[in-house]
């Protein structure tokens, strides 16, 4: 796979103060991947030092007075080719800079205040479609002892747990708000395992329960809340769909965005939803996207065949009739299923990355479709989606 990387954060002395911001996550992340250096300021031959400059009324400025809005453009144009012709689909920039940061930049005060925008450079890369983090992304999403991936499992994909090496076991009736008389369909499993995959520290649920056998969307989403307890920052949600005729394919899929048809939600039922700071949550970028764009390139590099697209949580038990399925091509809907969009909603709204993998292991309105079967796709895709959760969490 390869990244753009801003080079102050590999440890190039290229800033304006003459020196470097290396970034410790962003270093282990450079020495997994094919990594496109980066500097638009130097590339436009600012000289280092120079003093700092910032954006202000849409000029870039330096803290002496000298408009070097041009300069700027230049050298992002110019790093931009150079970016574009790599066809890396992500790129890890630095925080807060006038050519390099993503959201918020320096206020043009040089007081180190932030106001929101766009570096020159990263606007050139968002606008062709690539992945722009900062450095800040990429320490949120490393895992650790203290901050291990969370990984739950839908139907027929609970095997993944056979890869942790454990340290402890949870029985889910021990979890607070998993409900006590819950007892697991076939494919799941009611106990979580804390322990590593391939050296990285994980907590697996190999089951989960769902709106359509009577519980609430709060219990449903118990299982969330029990890894943001224990440190989790990074979600993986996988789950066995349905996929839409002319809109994807069976197989393994990347959720992008997903469509709650389930009518409920878990911050209307949770009782301790007064502890987020509000229950008012935007859902833009629920799906993080450098997490699914680390999904995507670890697939290519591994020539796993892997769709993108939509998810929408369906209530349930049944499958859909023909007019819903014709109603879900319609609106954009890519899979479908019966799990997953009140976990992720619950997972946004406390401030976890998630990432959203799933199994089709059926076109939708497909009336041979039985949940044994789903099992059986679920089995004959195993080494594949072993290998692409494995792989992510390997960059990571």
Same mark, same amino acid.
């Given at each position: 796979?390869?990244?753009?990387?801003?080079?102050?954060?590999?440890?190039?002395?290229?800033?304006?103060?003459?020196?470097?911001?290396?970034?410790?996550?962003? /270093? /282990?992340?450079?020495?997994?991947?094919?990594?496109? &250096?980066?500097?638009?300021?130097?590339?436009?031959?600012?000289?280092?030092?120079?003093?700092?400059?910032?954006?202000?009324?849409?000029?870039?400025?330096?803290?002496?007075?000298?408009?070097?809005?041009?300069? @700027?453009?230049?050298?992002?144009?110019?790093? @931009?080719?150079?970016?574009?012709?790599?066809?890396?689909?992500?790129?890890?920039?630095?925080?807060?800079?006038?050519?390099?940061?993503?959201?918020?930049? $320096?206020?043009?005060? $040089?007081?180190?205040?932030?106001?929101?925008?766009?570096?020159? @450079? =990263?606007?050139?890369?968002?606008?062709?479609?690539?992945?722009?983090?900062?450095?800040?992304?990429?320490?949120?999403?490393?895992?650790?002892?203290?901050?291990?991936? =969370?990984?739950?499992?839908?139907?027929?994909?609970?095997?993944?747990?056979?890869?942790?090496?454990?340290?402890?076991?949870?029985?889910?009736?021990?979890?607070?708000? @998993?409900?006590?008389?819950?007892?697991?369909?076939?494919?799941?499993?009611? %106990? =979580?395992?804390?322990?590593?995959?391939?050296?990285?520290?994980?907590?697996?649920?190999? *089951?989960?329960?769902?709106?359509?056998?009577?519980?609430?969307?709060?219990?449903?989403?118990?299982?969330?809340?029990?890894?943001?307890?224990?440190?989790?920052?990074?979600? !993986?949600?996988?789950?066995?769909?349905?996929?839409?005729?002319?809109?994807?394919?069976?197989?393994?899929?990347?959720?992008?965005?997903?469509?709650?048809?389930? &009518?409920?939600?878990?911050?209307?039922?949770?009782?301790?939803?007064?502890?987020?700071?509000?229950?008012?949550?935007?859902?833009?970028?629920?799906?993080?996207?450098?997490?699914?764009?680390?999904?995507?390139?670890?697939?290519?590099? =591994?020539?796993?065949?892997?769709? %993108?697209?939509? $998810?929408? *949580?369906?209530?349930?038990?049944?499958?859909?009739?023909?007019?819903?399925?014709?109603?879900?091509?319609?609106?954009?809907?890519? $899979?479908?299923?019966?799990?997953?969009?009140?976990?992720? !909603?619950?997972?946004?709204?406390? *401030?976890?990355?998630?990432?959203?993998?799933?199994?089709?292991?059926?076109?939708?309105?497909?009336?041979?479709?039985?949940?044994?079967?789903?099992?059986? %796709?679920?089995?004959?895709?195993?080494?594949?989606? %072993?290998?692409?959760?494995?792989?992510?969490?390997?960059?990571?």
């Amino acid at each position: 796979m390869r990244v753009i990387v801003s080079e102050c954060l590999r440890g190039t002395a290229c800033r304006y103060d003459g020196g470097a911001k290396p970034n410790s996550a962003v /270093e /282990e992340l450079c020495s997994k991947v094919d990594v496109v &250096g980066v500097c638009p300021e130097t590339a436009s031959q600012l000289p280092v030092p120079r003093p700092p400059a910032e954006q202000r009324n849409g000029r870039v400025m330096l803290k002496d007075g000298t408009d070097v809005t041009e300069d @700027f453009e230049r050298g992002a144009r110019i790093s @931009f080719a150079k970016a574009k012709s790599s066809r890396a689909p992500l790129a890890v920039l630095k925080a807060k800079s006038p050519s390099c940061g993503v959201g918020v930049i $320096y206020d043009g005060t $040089y007081s180190g205040s932030l106001t929101e925008g766009d570096g020159v @450079f =990263a606007r050139l890369l968002e606008e062709e479609g690539i992945c722009v983090v900062t450095e800040d992304t990429v320490e949120s999403c490393k895992p650790s002892v203290e901050h291990p991936v =969370a990984i739950v499992l839908g139907s027929g994909l609970g095997h993944l747990a056979q890869l942790v090496k454990p340290v402890r076991r949870i029985d889910y009736h021990d979890i607070d708000g @998993f409900p006590q008389e819950a007892r697991p369909i076939s494919g799941h499993k009611f %106990e =979580a395992t804390i322990g590593t995959i391939d050296d990285v520290p994980v907590v697996v649920y190999p *089951g989960r329960v769902h709106l359509y056998q009577g519980y609430s969307a709060a219990e449903v989403t118990s299982l969330v809340r029990h890894a943001h307890h224990l440190g989790c920052r990074d979600i !993986i949600f996988a789950c066995a769909t349905g996929c839409i005729p002319g809109n994807a394919h069976k197989g393994l899929g990347i959720l992008t965005d997903q469509i709650n048809l389930t &009518g409920r939600n878990p911050l209307a039922e949770w009782d301790h939803v007064r502890e987020l700071d509000t229950p008012f949550v935007g859902m833009t970028d629920a799906y993080t996207p450098y997490l699914r764009t680390l999904a995507r390139g670890v697939a290519d590099d =591994a020539g796993i065949t892997v769709e %993108e697209g939509v $998810y929408a *949580g369906m209530l349930g038990p049944t499958f859909e009739t023909p007019a819903e399925v014709a109603m879900l091509k319609g609106l954009g809907v890519s $899979y479908v299923g019966m799990s997953t969009v009140c976990e992720v !909603i619950m997972a946004h709204a406390l *401030g976890m990355n998630v990432l959203g993998l799933t199994l089709a292991a059926n076109e939708s309105g497909d009336s041979s479709v039985t949940h044994q079967s789903v099992l059986e %796709e679920a089995d004959r895709h195993a080494a594949d989606f %072993e290998s692409l959760v494995r792989g992510v969490l390997r960059l990571l």
